[in-house]
């Protein structure tokens, strides 16, 4: 792609600037919890459709989830374009969402003035609920993303990259159930579950000096009983376990279960498994895309980090949609080193004018590697290859 092009971009950037500016704005002053985001979806595909895209509300049956589609050639390879919107309860947009789903909707719009007609095939797809359920796995399973030949996103984050992995998630939920009785008279003629949730966390304490690098385990009780004076015929704990290799995620959450079992035997409590939340799967590089949008981001002028180990990272549902269709989440540093996501701080950060300037220089890092994709012969065939690789070694 020549530099004239790149130039245009920036300069479309630069006119919609304003306009994603309020669109972040009012996404954050008007927060919106994971599969509640009403008002947002909305306001979003409200945006889109008055640019001329066709809106397909409630995607793969979600009520938040929307697809708007910009085609002039159907033929051409099609670029999606990942919007999440979601924000946490109490402390609203400490993910930066609200910039996420704001340069989505800004590549997609600058793309759909400078690419040549028949390069157009553009889809936005809007992503409820990735804090909590998962929007995209159900839109996954309806086939919503099928037909897109590469998926984007950027995330707001306190380094600038092409790639921060995501690990993979799976959750745990063990209920124990014993027998109450008076804890001074009869403490005999009791079965303490709450005494099973503390040794489960006993024995995956134990667990974890023999945890490869990079796996987590973690969690919380969630009901421990009511009063000192009776002993608990019930307790609750919730745990998710991660890892950044699928197969290995799910030995150790079988290693976990085994903890709570053991938990149960130990104390005469009678167990019960059951998983919260669906799983999120680790992400799948490819290395080809990940240079691509790097060189545009050194083209904005922005320094690129190199992440050193050890890296302190999180799951998403979009490790989910990386395992099926060639994918990358860019990062763009609003906030510093030190400066923990999910935070108040982070919240500030996010309609900061540091996080305005990173959420347009997303649309147009987003948009100049959508532009390389679509014009620089043999580019996409590459990023199939790798992806091709990077899925045989998974």
């Known amino acids: ?58 995607a793969g049956g979600l009520d938040t989830a929307f697809v708007a589609s910009y085609i002039n050639n159907p033929k051409a390879p099609a670029i999606g374009l990942l919007a999440e919107f979601d924000a946490l309860p109490e402390i609203g947009h400490a ?60 995330h707001p984050h306190t380094v600038t990259c092409g790639l921060r992995p995501c690990i993979g998630r799976t959750s745990l939920a063990f209920e124990f159930f014993g027998k109450s009785v008076h804890a001074s008279t009869y403490p005999d003629r009791g079965i303490n579950a709450l005494d099973a949730v503390i040794l489960t966390f006993n024995n995956i304490n134990a667990l974890r000096q023999q945890l490869r690098d990079g796996t987590r385990v973690h969690g ?42 053991a938990g149960a035997k130990a104390t005469g409590a009678e167990l019960k498994i059951s998983h919260p939340l669906p799983v999120y799967l680790p992400d799948i590089p490819v290395d080809s895309l990940i240079e691509c949008f790097e060189e545009n ?18 799951s998403s549902d979009f490790g989910n949609v990386s395992q099926v269709i060639p994918s990358v989440m860019g990062f763009i540093k609003i ?26 220089n997303a649309v147009s890092a987003l948009s100049m590697t959508a532009a390389d994709i679509l014009t620089v012969p043999g580019l996409l065939e590459k990023i199939r290859q790798d992806y091709k690789d990077r899925v045989v070694r998974a």
């Open 1 to 58: 792609m020549t530099h004239d092009l790149k130039d245009v971009i920036r300069k479309e950037t630069a006119r919609y600037s304003e306009r994603l500016r309020k669109i972040a704005s009012s996404l954050h002053e008007h927060p919106e919890i994971s599969s509640r985001e009403y008002q947002t979806a909305e306001l979003l595909a409200s945006e889109l459709a008055a640019e001329g895209f066709a809106v397909e509300r409630k």
């Open 95 to 154: 993910c930066g969402h609200n910039l996420i789903a704001a340069a989505s909707l800004g590549a997609a719009m600058v793309l759909k003035k400078v690419l040549p007609p028949e390069l157009v095939n553009l889809k936005v797809f809007g992503t409820p609920a990735e804090e909590t359920s998962g929007g995209k796995l159900p839109m996954l399973e309806q086939g919503v993303f099928s037909d897109t030949d590469v998926l984007m996103m950027f």
């Open 220 to 261: 919380i009780i969630t009901d421990g009983g009511k009063l000192p004076n009776i002993i608990p015929d019930h307790a609750r704990a919730e745990f998710f376990v991660r890892s950044s290799s699928k197969p290995y995620m799910e030995e150790i959450a079988q290693r976990v279960i085994s903890c709570a079992q």
């Open 297 to 314: 981001l050194r083209e904005l002028g922005l320094a690129v980090d190199k992440l050193e180990p050890p890296l302190r990272m999180g």
């Open 335 to 360: 906030a510093e080193e030190g400066t923990a996501t999910h935070s108040r701080q982070f919240a500030e950060a996010a309609i900061s004018e540091r996080g305005i300037l990173g959420m347009l």
